[in-house]
């Protein structure tokens, strides 16, 4: 099962002016054994903040690559994006294919925890309910489990706008309304739109 590696971090004035210059990163894990793709770009609400997604076949293929006299060479190429280090780094280990919703012209980026008296299970249980993937307005969907974080699970939804997004929030069956009122109500959510480009 692939894994999905996130990196939120203080974007330069540099990277926000310029997004290509990402490419350099981008060149260094191309040919790197489980590399499979990325994607990168800033948070709508707040610009400052900028994402890294790899997707890799496995946690194991970027724990060799962690592990490897490359990775230091490979950190250098990332130095001119960032205004200070990594906010995050976390692996998500999405049940079905996130390239969808990453690859959407807007990407809701979801993270929840478990409120007392709930449990990843249920919040789990809730997403399956959502079928996401149902709504002609979604783009692609993908949640999973954290690896670093045994009590958070990572939701990726692909859509249109952010003003998409927050339309459907409004006009959606009375039934999935409820279902997300059970979701605000067990999970500690926190919810960004970012906007993508793949490498």
């Known amino acids: 099962m692939t894994v999905t590696e996130i990196c939120t971090f203080s974007a330069s ?5 310029d ?12 040919g790197t ?21 790899i997707v890799w076949e496995s946690f194991e293929a970027h ?9 230091g060479p490979i950190l250098d190429t990332l130095k001119p994006l960032f205004a200070g280090q990594f906010t995050s780094v976390i692996h998500a280990k999405f049940t079905t294919d996130p390239t969808a919703a990453l690859s959407a012209p807007t990407t809701e980026y979801l993270f929840t925890t478990p409120k007392e008296g709930s449990s990843k299970e249920a919040l789990s249980e809730i997403f399956s309910k ?9 783009l692609g ?21 952010v003003e998409a997004h927050r339309a459907l929030m ?30």
């Open 130 to 138: 959502l079928a996401l993937r149902d709504f002609p307005e979604v």
């Open 141 to 161: 969907a993908a949640d999973g489990p954290c690896i670093e974080r045994d009590d958070t699970l990572v939701l990726v939804v692909g859509w249109e706008s």
């Open 63 to 71: 724990k060799a690559l962690i592990d490897s006299p490359a990775q």
């Open 19 to 30: 997004q290509s210059i990402v490419k350099p990163f981008a060149q260094t894990l191309i």
């Open 170 to 199: 409004k006009t959606a069956h009375p039934d999935k309304l409820k279902i997300l009122g059970t979701l605000r109500a067990q999970g500690d959510s926190v919810v960004r739109h970012l906007k993508l480009s793949k490498v």
């Open 33 to 53: 054994p489980g590399f499979i793709s990325l994607y990168h770009g800033l948070q709508v609400e707040d610009p400052t903040v900028g994402y890294i997604f």
């Open 13 to 17: 004035d540099a990277y926000r002016t």
